[in-house]
């Protein structure tokens, strides 16, 4: 596979007032590469994610999206984040819409889709998450499992370049984790490009080709699942692993 | 109470103009309303805040003082008409003071409303690369509207009692309790019977639109 840098983040910088919650990350994410994000809390995993997509801005740095930068504003943006998916922590489901809805708003509102396509499209993809006998629910009518497919569902119908994941199962009961992860599992196995960030080192074993370790707002480490999880080379992420190895 | 009964036509003459105050009230406060929340969610702050100071300026004024303004100081003093036959003319002022007015009040409800839309489902809508108006005519609007149907009926409910301020505030406008004073001032039917009856006619259109607004709001609400 040729590497083509799909994702590039060049010398990034990024605060909340006084706050240094981005400092200087440069990571790139090429082409159908799965990306695990991991770090302890606040150090700036979110934020990471929210502005690929632009939902944060940053102070100084560049973000390449496809070899081009982040358009500020207007339709450019708009287009730009049509390209990007996101699925976050707590859904985001539209709770006055239905499964097939909120699946079908994005296609038809902002690609121009006829109903009939993206209604035919929206079933294809609930299919693809299992979850197509759920069309005509409401989001509150579902588990916690079932409305993260459908966000995944909501997110591959703009057919975006890449998806990021901003740990999308900890919000869920435990029985529920799986049923997301085998979703997402399959998704990478197809190719999509995703950035992920989760504390699932299952997941991330099977899945990731890549694991960026990320303390206090920097990247600390990049390196294979199997070497980072076996043999992390700094003390930070050994410290981390240690905690999270032992609950 | 015979009196008052012989003289229903008047009554029924008071009220229809009562609802054609409300009906066109309503309809120009709800659409200022709606125009008044989305430049106060909006990102550019000149809309923000021309939006602030109108509601907390009008909303904080006694509509008296505000049809008052339409009436003797808009219609009367400048000489600005908005219709042909007087009668017609101070209609028109009354709803656009009414509707100036509550305008406000349907503005501050939408704002709650507004509040309560989790902000991860605006996000979910920018993510999908909708615009600030699609998101909010498609995600926010919606679901706000639908967990203030109930304030929303008590501001209208307000605003039907309100019209009664329109007649003694200077426009002189036609309507129930200017009815009601009417009948007294010619002495057509005893005090006590017209009262009860004006009175009647007031619960018999406001308590309706309440238990309908009650009714509705839960049918629509939206399931968290
Ligand atoms: N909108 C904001 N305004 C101010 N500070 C913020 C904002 N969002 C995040 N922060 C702060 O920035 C830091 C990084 O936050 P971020 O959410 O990116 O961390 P995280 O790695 O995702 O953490 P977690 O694992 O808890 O989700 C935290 O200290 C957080 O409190
Ligand atoms: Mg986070």
């Known amino acids: 596979m040729t590497a083509t840098p799909l994702v590039v983040l060049e010398n990034v910088d990024k605060h909340f007032g006084e706050l240094h919650v981005l400092r200087d990350i440069n990571l790139s994410v090429n082409a159908g590469e799965v990306v695990v994000v991991i770090g302890p809390s606040g150090s700036g995993k979110s934020t990471l994610c929210r502005t690929i997509n632009r939902l944060e801005t940053i102070d100084t740095g560049r973000i390449l999206l496809d070899g081009q930068p982040l358009p500020a504003e207007g339709r450019g943006l708009a287009k730009l984040r049509s390209d990007v998916g996101m699925v976050f922590q707590s859904f985001n489901l539209f709770a006055h819409k239905t499964v097939l809805q909120n699946i079908t708003l994005g296609p038809i509102k902002v690609l121009g889709q006829s109903k009939a396509e993206a209604n035919a499209r929206g079933m294809e993809l609930l299919e693809r998450v299992r979850i197509a006998e759920q069309a005509d629910k409401y989001p509150a009518q579902l588990s916690g499992g079932q409305q993260q497919r459908v966000a995944i569902a909501r997110a591959l119908a703009m057919n975006p370049k890449v998806i990021l994941f901003d740990e999308p199962t900890s919000a869920l009961d435990p029985e529920m984790v799986q049923e997301v992860l085998d979703v997402m599992t399959d998704l990478a196995r197809e190719g999509m490009t995703m950035v992920v960030v989760t504390h699932e080192m299952g997941f991330a074993r099977r899945a990731a080709n890549r694991v960026v370790f990320m303390a206090d707002g920097q990247i600390i480490e990049e390196n294979t699942p199997d070497e980072f999880f076996t043999n992390p080379s700094s003390e930070r992420a050994r410290d981390f692993l240690s905690k999270i190895l032992t609950h | ?224």
């Open chain 2, 1 to 224: 109470m015979e009196a008052f009964l012989s003289n229903i036509d008047k009554v029924v003459d008071g009220f229809s103009w009562t609802v054609r105050l409300t009906l066109f009230s309503a309809l120009f406060s709800f659409l200022l309303g709606i125009l008044l929340t989305a430049m106060r969610v909006s990102p550019v702050p000149l809309l923000r805040g021309v939006s602030t100071a109108y509601v907390e300026t009008i909303r904080n004024t006694p509509l008296t003082l505000v049809l008052l303004f339409c009436g003797l100081g808009l219609n009367s003093a400048l000489g600005l008409s908005l219709a042909g036959s007087v009668a017609w003319d101070v209609f028109w002022w009354a709803v656009v003071g009414l509707s100036a007015y509550t305008s406000c009040f349907v503005s501050e409800s939408l704002r709650s409303g507004i509040n309560t839309i989790p902000l991860g489902q605006v996000e979910a809508a920018r993510s999908l690369g909708l615009t600030f108006t699609q998101n909010l005519r498609l995600i926010v609007i919606p679901q706000a509207l639908r967990t203030v149907v109930g304030p929303l009926g008590s501001v209208l409910i307000a605003l039907l009692k309100n019209t009664t301020v329109a007649s003694v505030a200077g426009l002189g406008v036609q309507e129930a309790s200017r009815e009601m004073k009417l009948m007294f001032d010619q002495g057509i039917a005893p005090v006590l019977p017209t009262f009860v009856g004006f009175a009647i006619g007031f619960l018999i259109l406001t308590l309706p639109l309440g238990y309908f607004f009650g009714w509705l709001s839960k049918r629509v609400a939206v399931a968290r």
